[in-house]
């Protein structure tokens, strides 16, 4: 009888610990979840992100909610999910500019240790193109000329991934004279190298895969350690003669520091089902993004290392924002 007894009040008591354990961990996602994109309607982490979730509400039958938040470099996204309750119903859609802001952003409102990586879901090179007019036929011409003569090159913003990784290349690696001419978008920045109104552009490369598909554009270089499916022709600048250039822009998901291990493990082995889709493998290498599918420790030493190898070049260049 006391035995069971014994057995009874175990029971009870562990009837008692499942109850008082957060809901969030046990069904999460009960309602609607706001996804918080820090750049503008229509860029790379909008699209991505509107993917992501719409194959998520499939899923795990709820709404996933996308808004647009941009401004201060993807900063007020940021932070503002840095300050949300920390349940898993308010996540980041953002790139790599918030590695580069972790170093770059004295002002950004909060810190690396704010946020909890959940998962990085896709990556794409920067990459280097010229107007089919310009005389370099490779990267190592391009360079060569530069140490002769002054280029100007065109960029999506001072502050954005690729302009980072653009200056780095230029006034540290290769140490040759050019202008950057910022531009508002990566979109404009084509049009000027169509136009020939600047020699070059460096960009992530989504936007500049179709032109130079078909041949409005010539690529010269891709700062990665392998060439890309999307333009398999062009080589990375390791092949033609600059070995540890990597400046790849990625686009990942992020949650407040203190949401529960259950809930993240739940969306990021979510999230990794969906870059494992067919379709959804299709559409971003179209685009030249590689699918990304990392557990929750492989995503938190990634972006670690993301915001470390970022922080050198931000130093290198002297950049500040």
């Known amino acids: 009888m006391l035995k069971l007894k014994s057995m009874i009040a175990l029971a009870a008591a562990a009837a008692v610990t499942g109850l008082a354990q957060p809901a969030s961990a046990q069904t999460y996602p009960s309602q609607n979840v706001t996804v918080s994109v820090a750049f503008p309607a229509g860029g ?10 719409t194959k998520l509400e ?9 808004e647009n938040h941009g401004g201060a470099g993807g900063n007020i996204a940021a932070k503002s999910v840095t300050v949300a309750k920390p349940d898993g119903y308010t996540l980041l859609a953002t790139t790599t500019a918030l590695a580069v802001n972790i170093t770059a952003s004295k002002s950004k409102g909060f810190e690396a240790g704010d946020l909890r990586p ?25 360079v060569a000329n530069a140490k002769q003569k002054s280029f100007t090159y065109g960029s999506a913003g001072v502050g954005t991934g690729p302009y980072v990784g653009g200056e780095y290349f230029f006034k540290e690696v290769t140490k040759v004279q050019y202008v950057q001419v910022p531009f508002q978008g990566g979109a404009p920045a084509i049009t000027a190298v169509l136009g020939n109104h600047v020699d070059a552009i460096v960009l992530t490369l989504p936007p500049v895969t179709p032109h130079i598909r078909s041949g ?24 033609a003669g600059f070995p540890g250039v990597n400046s790849q822009s990625w686009v990942g998901f992020f949650a ?66």
């Open 58 to 66: 499939q899923r795990l039958k709820q709404s996933f909610i996308v």
């Open 118 to 142: 959940i998962a990085i879901v896709a990556i794409s090179p920067d990459v280097l193109a010229v107007n089919p007019s310009n005389p370099a036929k490779t990267l190592k011409e391009f």
């Open 44 to 53: 790379l982490a909008d699209i991505i992100a509107r993917l992501v979730a």
């Open 256 to 321: 407040p520091a203190k949401t529960p291990d259950a809930v993240v493990q739940k969306l990021n082995a979510e999230i990794n089902a969906v870059m494992k889709e067919p379709d959804s493998v299709e559409k971003i290498a179209k685009a030249g993004f590689d699918p990304v599918v990392k557990d929750v420790a492989e995503t938190d030493s990634y972006f670690k290392s993301e915001v470390e190898s970022w922080g050198k070049m931000v130093q290198a260049i002297g950049f500040s924002n």
């Open 216 to 239: 409005a554009l010539r690529g010269l270089g891709v700062a990665a350690p392998k060439r890309n499916t999307a333009i398999p022709d062009v080589p990375t600048y390791a092949e």
